[in-house]
């Protein structure tokens, strides 16, 4: 398995170039319209990366708050909104998001807290209740939590032949209470063999293998939208 926190703290250009394959027909742009219809949004994001998601809820923000625990991400996050003062991005964990005092509209992360499964063995369902309820401190009542992980890179069906975090979508929707959704998420690269580089850099060598073999331009990749409402307290 590549070691994805030096990934983080030392190839972040590499890993923007491989994030901006992904999702070619806009299906996740769409379903996260569906969910978070709506302008003027108020937006915390923990685990942003370089913004790829980031990027999808900007435009129709009023603020965006995102943060990543990983300098060398968020610098790549800061140079893509250098011109847009309403997005706001810093260095952060998931479990101490520094706001205080803001009801946002939605609160969201995208495959960051999936990592917790295989970095955190023994204690990651405590850590995704923590964090799911750091999210929820900083959301206004009814408003959203938003995670977003893989169900499958190199796949069309989610799960296909097993899969890591097939533990983590049973916790999310069954303990937590996450209604969920499957979008396709393909990568478009121009060429095989940019495909079978891009994305070997992050998933490894046996998924690039399989990109040369089955000549791969379009790889398809399934990922799962999990949402939760926060609860309206009585009297509010
Ligand atoms: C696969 S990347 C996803 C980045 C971004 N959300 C995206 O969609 O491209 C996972 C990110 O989670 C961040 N991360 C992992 N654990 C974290 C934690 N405990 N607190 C803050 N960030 C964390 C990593 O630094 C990395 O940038």
Redesign the pocket.
């Known amino acids: 398995m590549a070691d ?1 926190q030096h990934i ?1 703290e030392h190839h972040a250009d590499r ?1 923007d170039v491989l ?1 901006s394959h992904e999702d070619h027909e806009g299906q996740l742009a769409r379903a996260l319209l569906e969910l978070v219809p709506g302008d003027g949004l108020e937006v915390v994001e ?5 913004g ?2 980031t990027r999808l809820f900007a435009p129709r923000a009023r603020r965006v708050h995102a ?4 300098a060398a ?1 968020i610098d790549v996050a800061r140079r893509r909104f250098e011109d847009a003062p309403h997005v706001h991005c810093g260095v ?4 101490a998001l520094p706001l205080q005092g803001i009801e946002a509209d939605v609160a969201l ?4 807290f999936g ?1 917790a499964v295989s970095w955190n063995p023994d204690g990651w369902r405590d850590d995704v209740r923590a964090w799911v309820a750091e999210l929820e401190r900083v959301l206004r009542p009814n408003g959203t939590v938003l995670l977003i992980e893989t169900m499958g890179t190199g796949v069309e069906t989610p799960f296909f032949g097993g899969h890591s975090l097939e533990p983590f979508h049973d916790f999310v929707v069954n303990a937590l209470g996450f209604s969920h959704r499957v979008v396709r998420t393909d990568y478009r690269f121009e060429s095989v063999e940019t495909a079978a580089q891009t994305l070997g850099f992050f998933f490894g060598e046996r998924l690039a293998a399989r990109v040369r073999d089955e000549g791969w331009r379009v790889v398809p990749e399934c990922t799962g939208v999990y949402w939760r409402k926060t609860v309206t307290p009585p009297g509010r």
């Open positions: 994805y983080y890993y994030v923990t685990g942003a990366g370089t790829r998601l943060f990543d625990g990983a991400m952060a964990r998931h479990h992360e995208g495959w960051a990592h």
